[in-house]
């Protein structure tokens, strides 16, 4: 009797005493739903009660008993609300919620700074770069997106300029914007140029990445543009060119840039446009008045908008444009200006995307994306390229027109929440590519000679450069999200990709957990495994179409000893498989008082199966004769097949502490100890003459050690404030070469000097003439070191080991005009 009293109480006062609802939406400033949320509601006894929103912005939480409460929402990107009393009334209530982006302040003499949050909507590591961060680091080329993106853990800017994320090369990595495919046609590299003026965050993925996810091993970089607010707000900068003495004075690097965002219909209609013009001119300390300098001309615009057709309907699109013309590009002291090449280069991208919410039952989008890019590479003559010990000598041997083209087509849907255990958000998509590439390629040639003058070897190219190749591309996934706690989210996934030229279906399976232990809700450990592909590159797959290389090998009196002898490249003698590496991350994030973070990321990266040509030859061999009169040739010197047998290995250790005060200002500070290797070091292809037998070894932008620190702080005098960039690594990694251009000893054995760069900049805003501006002057590699980028490799020159390149100490003044005051 007394058991069943107790069941009964229970059953009667539970309802009583646990139904007292709270629901409602949490929206941007466009009226966008907010997914991934975090709500905490507390109780004046401090008991803490927490909800994450939907897909749809919607959130609900069933709270013990009316009441005062306080509450907090966070979202990584977002302002968070913090303490905001709530009084919530018996029988429960309905609430809206408006969070702003982070973005730059203009309408006080401040600017925002990233908030900490932890972010609880995912178990994939990130790195996240908002806009306003982009505006305060003082980093080179402050007008370039790339520039910036060096500062963030994990990415390494090569000698050449590439962009490399955890460890990786650049086409294993996968480029998006506003959610679309953005890596080139072609190289699947990130060629693409944004003004950091157009740029709403940058968020940077490895690890385990969500299945919506793929051709990309390394990671995903995603960079989502702003589409403008109710409030109208524009900007110029760098309007004003400067001047420097570079032997004499001269215009230094121009790059002016106009921004405007606003509504054009307000609470329905949002746009945002960025033009950017670039002159710049690259000086080489080491050659001679009016041979040391190349300038180049860039002009780019990104226009973004945003459609609210109705409350549960919105249309976003964008329309990006760049167009580039360099002169002389590969200047160097070994490098004179008649060996460089002229490029021009042009890129068209449009996407469009529409999105559907349910009414509570979910969201589908349906999404295009086109994009074409033109590449044009002209020498300044026509003639033979000569490789010396000293360097290059004569004309490029490349002429070049290359175009490529991807059309990209998405539908993705969110189902209705599941309640089974906790809840469930399942995620489903499918998307479809067709990749086109073209190109039009002269080649001379190239001979390479000895110290004392003498020709060495002599190469030709015979055959057509003409080379056209289409592949398609699918992909279907599913992604479940699983929360079983507020403080325990499981993502499981599955990802199936096929393509054309593989011509075979690949899973790719995903599992990754995130945890905020009960003694901490400021913590969060995460972790996970994963299996992710490379995408299907079709530099690769076009070389056996393309031209062949004919080299003639000369004994010391000038005459021919071996040869002509041809070496081809061919595709693959069985199926291919597609490349895939199997990873796994481990991380911890703590947040302390006082606004500072603590975080921890493990991550190891193991690739296979990837492509590379490799030589099927032991030795040279002889030509039939039906077949050398129309190769030109007598032997088979080399015979590159395309194979699976690439592997690459990438393993780190990322120690990161950083501080905001308040909305203001902030500090960063990472220190990352990381290993990247490969056994398909060098690029084998017929415009690369190099000769390699032993190609593993560190990649060349390894750098096993690495500090960087950043920025933003308030100093004594009013309206002023400092910004400072520290980056030191252990110097890149480069061969030793022959005279005959081939490699000796270990790939990669030596190393450049530990690289060292401080920039510090002071900046004041101020009003004039009713209007904002800001102006900041400073100095960037302050320490005046010269940080090379060239170095003579060749074992046979006088001038051997000799480092060359590199900026020295560069004055910098910069001016915004933030538009007029409200």
């Known amino acids: 009797?007394?058991?069943?009293?107790?069941?009964?109480?229970?059953?009667?006062?539970?309802?009583?005493?646990?139904?007292?609802?709270?629901?409602?939406?949490?929206?941007?400033?466009?009226?966008?739903?907010?997914?991934?949320?975090?709500?905490?509601?507390?109780?004046?006894?401090?008991?803490?009660?927490?909800?994450?929103?939907?897909?749809?912005?919607?959130?609900?939480?069933?709270?013990?008993?009316?009441?005062?409460?306080?509450?907090?929402?966070?979202?990584?990107?977002?302002?968070?609300l913090?303490?905001?009393?709530?009084?919530?009334?018996?029988?429960?209530?309905?609430?809206?919620?408006?969070?702003?982006?982070?973005?730059?302040?203009?309408?006080?003499?401040?600017?925002?700074?990233?908030?900490?949050?932890?972010?609880?909507?995912?178990?994939?590591?990130?790195?996240?770069?908002?806009?306003?961060?982009?505006?305060?680091?003082?980093?080179?080329?402050?007008?370039?997106?790339?520039?910036?993106?060096?500062?963030?853990?994990?990415?390494?800017?090569?000698?050449?300029?590439g962009l490399h994320i955890n460890g990786a090369t650049e086409e294993q990595t996968l480029y998006t914007l506003n959610g679309f495919l953005l890596n080139d046609p072609l190289s699947g590299r990130f060629e693409t140029r944004l003004t950091v003026e157009s740029v709403q965050s940058v968020d940077i993925a490895n690890g385990v990445l969500p299945a919506e996810y793929g051709k990309g091993s390394a990671g995903v970089l995603a960079i989502q543009s702003d589409s403008g607010a109710d409030k109208l707000r524009y900007s110029a900068t760098n309007f004003v060119p400067g001047f420097e003495n570079r032997k004499g004075w001269t215009i230094g690097d121009w790059t002016p840039r106009v921004n405007f965002s606003g509504p054009l219909r307000r609470g329905r209609v949002w746009f945002s446009d960025s033009l950017e013009f670039q002159y710049m001119k690259t000086f080489i300390r080491e050659l001679p008045k009016g041979e040391d300098r190349n300038p180049?001309?860039?002009?780019?615009?990104?226009?973004?908008?945003?459609?609210?057709?109705?409350?549960?309907?919105i249309l976003h699109s964008s329309f990006l444009w760049n167009q580039w013309t360099a002169a002389r590009t590969g200047l160097t002291f070994l490098d004179p200006r008649e060996t460089t090449i002229d490029r021009r280069s042009r890129q068209g991208f449009v996407s469009v995307k529409d999105q559907i919410y349910l009414g509570g039952h979910g969201l589908i989008e349906f999404g295009y994306a086109g994009n074409r890019t033109f590449g044009r590479e002209i020498p300044q003559g026509w003639g033979t390229l000569l490789f010396t010990p000293e360097g290059k000598r004569g004309y490029h041997f490349v002429d070049a027109v290359r175009r490529g083209a991807r059309d990209q087509f998405l539908v993705n849907g969110f189902l209705p929440v599941l309640h089974a255990a906790g809840t469930h958000q399942l995620k489903a998509g499918l998307d479809f590519h067709r990749v086109r590439y073209q190109q039009d390629v002269e080649r001379s040639g190239y001979e390479n000679f000895n110290e004392k003058g003498d020709p060495l070897l002599l190469t030709r190219f015979i055959g057509s450069g003409q080379v056209r190749l289409t592949n398609l591309e699918a992909s279907v996934f599913l992604q479940d999200s699983w929360r079983a706690h507020p403080s325990l989210l499981v993502e499981s996934g599955m990802r199936l990709d096929w393509d054309q030229l593989v011509k075979r279906w690949s899973p790719s399976p995903r599992l990754g957990i995130a945890w905020s232990p009960p003694w901490g809700e400021h913590t969060k450990i995460y972790g996970g495994l994963a299996r992710l592909f490379d995408?299907?590159?079709?530099?690769?797959?076009?070389?056996?179409?393309?031209?062949?290389?004919?080299?003639?090998?000369?004994?010391?009196?000038?005459?021919?000893?071996?040869?002509?002898?041809?070496?081809?490249?061919?595709?693959?003698?069985?199926?291919?498989?597609?490349?895939?590496?199997?990873?796994?991350?481990?991380?911890?994030?703590?947040?302390?008082?006082?606004?500072?973070?603590?975080?921890?990321?493990?991550?190891?990266?193991h690739g296979?199966?990837?492509?590379?040509?490799?030589?099927?030859?032991?030795?040279?061999?002889?030509?039939?004769?039906?077949?050398?009169?129309?190769?030109?040739?007598?032997?088979?010197?080399?015979?590159?097949?395309?194979?699976?047998?690439?592997?690459?290995?990438?393993?780190?250790?990322?120690?990161?502490?950083?501080?905001?005060?308040?909305?203001?200002?902030?500090?960063?500070?990472?220190?990352?100890?990381?290993?990247?290797?490969?056994?398909?070091?060098?690029?084998?292809?017929?415009?690369?003459?190099?000769?390699?037998?032993?190609?593993?070894?560190?990649?060349?932008?390894?750098?096993?050690?690495?500090?960087?620190?950043?920025?933003?702080?308030?100093?004594?005098?009013?309206?002023?404030?400092?910004?400072?960039?520290?980056?030191?690594?252990?110097?890149?990694?480069?061969?030793?070469?022959?005279?005959?251009?081939?490699?000796?000893?270990?790939?990669?054995?030596?190393?450049?000097?530990?690289?060292?760069?401080?920039?510090?900049?002071?900046?004041?805003?101020?009003?004039?003439?009713?209007?904002?501006?800001?102006?900041?002057?400073?100095?960037?590699?302050?320490?005046?070191?010269?940080?090379?980028?060239?170095?003579?490799?060749?074992?046979?020159?006088?001038?051997?080991?000799?480092?060359?390149?590199?900026?020295?100490?560069?004055?910098?003044?910069?001016?915004?005009?933030?538009?007029?005051?409200?």
């Open 1 to 80: 009797m007394r058991f069943a009293v107790v069941l009964v109480s229970i059953g009667v006062l539970s309802p009583l005493t646990a139904q007292v609802p709270l629901s409602g939406r949490v929206l941007s400033s466009t009226k966008t739903p907010i997914a991934g949320a975090r709500l905490t509601l507390r109780t004046p006894d401090g008991r803490s009660h927490q909800t994450f929103t939907q897909v749809e912005g919607l959130f609900r939480i069933d709270l013990p008993a009316p009441g005062p409460f306080r509450l907090d929402i966070e979202r990584a990107g977002f302002y968070p």
């Open 82 to 161: 913090r303490n905001e009393p709530l009084d919530l009334p018996e029988g429960g209530t309905d609430a809206g919620f408006t969070l702003e982006p982070v973005r730059e302040v203009v309408e006080s003499i401040e600017v925002g700074a990233t908030p900490l949050t932890i972010d609880m909507d995912t178990s994939t590591p990130k790195q996240a770069l908002a806009g306003a961060d982009i505006q305060n680091i003082p980093f080179p080329n402050t007008n370039d997106l790339r520039s910036a993106l060096r500062i963030l853990p994990g990415v390494v800017r090569d000698n050449k300029g």
């Open 296 to 313: 180049s001309y860039r002009v780019g615009n990104l226009f973004s908008t945003q459609v609210n057709i109705s409350p549960s309907h």
């Open 535 to 605: 995408a299907t590159s079709l530099r690769l797959f076009s070389r056996p179409e393309d031209q062949a290389a004919v080299t003639s090998y000369f004994f010391p009196d000038g005459t021919v000893g071996r040869g002509p002898a041809l070496t081809l490249f061919q595709g693959p003698l069985s199926p291919l498989r597609r490349p895939f590496a199997n990873t796994a991350n481990l991380g911890a994030e703590h947040h302390l008082r006082g606004s500072l973070a603590l975080r921890a990321d493990l991550l190891f990266r």
């Open 608 to 822: 296979t199966r990837g492509f590379t040509y490799l030589n099927s030859l032991t030795s040279s061999e002889e030509l039939p004769p039906d077949w050398a009169a129309p190769l030109q040739a007598r032997v088979m010197d080399a015979l590159f097949v395309l194979t699976n047998h690439r592997v690459d290995s990438y393993h780190a250790l990322s120690l990161t502490v950083k501080q905001n005060f308040g909305r203001l200002y902030e500090w960063r500070a990472n220190y990352t100890w990381s290993r990247a290797h490969s056994n398909a070091v060098v690029d084998v292809n017929v415009d690369d003459p190099i000769s390699v037998l032993q190609n593993a070894g560190p990649m060349p932008w390894d750098s096993p050690h690495r500090f960087v620190s950043w920025a933003y702080l308030p100093m004594p005098f009013k309206n002023w404030a400092v910004a400072t960039l520290l980056d030191t690594r252990t110097g890149f990694p480069y061969s030793t070469r022959r005279e005959d251009g081939s490699l000796s000893g270990q790939v990669n054995a030596l190393r450049f000097p530990v690289y060292f760069e401080w920039n510090l900049h002071f900046e004041r805003r101020f009003a004039f003439r009713h209007n904002r501006w800001a102006f900041r002057f400073g100095a960037n590699n302050l320490t005046d070191r010269v940080n090379p980028d060239t170095v003579n490799n060749n074992i046979a020159s006088s001038r051997y080991g000799q480092f060359y390149g590199g900026t020295g100490r560069a004055f910098n003044v910069r001016i915004r005009w933030l538009g007029k005051m409200q």
